[in-house]
């Protein structure tokens, strides 16, 4: 049987990222992460990706969803989720479009995918032991 998995929703602002961030590794650590601080960076760059691009043009910042959860004893998945505008250019973008070709160099799969309701879900696995 699978642990429990960690789940965690918050508004999308740049003051939430680091308690979460802190949260996943702390999960990742107690359940084995080969790298628990690669997951740690890897959700941050996905959480803020979620923070700045997913709600621009919102009056209040939305939600985001962040799932941690052990699959098998040598799997660690988290999911990113969020309801904003999803995958669309910014051509004001303040970021230099590195966060996403990192997060797939730090995790062994990696997945983005527009959510039938709207905005965007990154799905992330990490080896442990």
Not at 41 to 62: D, F
Not at 85 to 93: E, F, I, Q, V
């Given at each position: 049987m699978n642990p429990p998995a960690l789940v965690r929703r918050f508004?999308?602002?740049?003051?939430?990222?680091?308690?979460?961030?802190?949260?996943?590794?702390?999960?990742?650590?107690?359940?084995?992460?080969a790298n628990p601080n690669a997951i740690a960076?890897?959700?941050?760059?996905?959480?803020?990706?979620?923070?700045?691009?997913?709600?621009?043009?919102?009056?209040?910042?939305?939600e985001i969803e962040v799932v941690a959860q052990c699959l098998s004893d040598d799997v660690i998945e988290v999911l990113v989720c969020d309801e904003g505008?999803?995958?669309?250019?910014?051509?004001?973008?303040p970021g230099l479009g590195l966060g996403l070709p990192l997060v797939a160099t730090l995790s062994e799969r990696f997945e983005v995918e527009a959510r039938s309701g709207g905005g965007t879900r990154v799905l992330m696995a990490f080896a442990t032991g």
């Open positions: 508004s999308a602002r740049p003051d939430q990222i680091a308690a979460v961030r802190h949260e996943v590794r702390d999960y990742a650590e107690e359940h084995g992460a960076l890897a959700v941050t760059e996905a959480i803020t990706n979620a923070v700045v691009h997913a709600y621009v043009g919102a009056s209040e910042p939305g505008r999803g995958m669309m250019p910014r051509p004001d973008s």
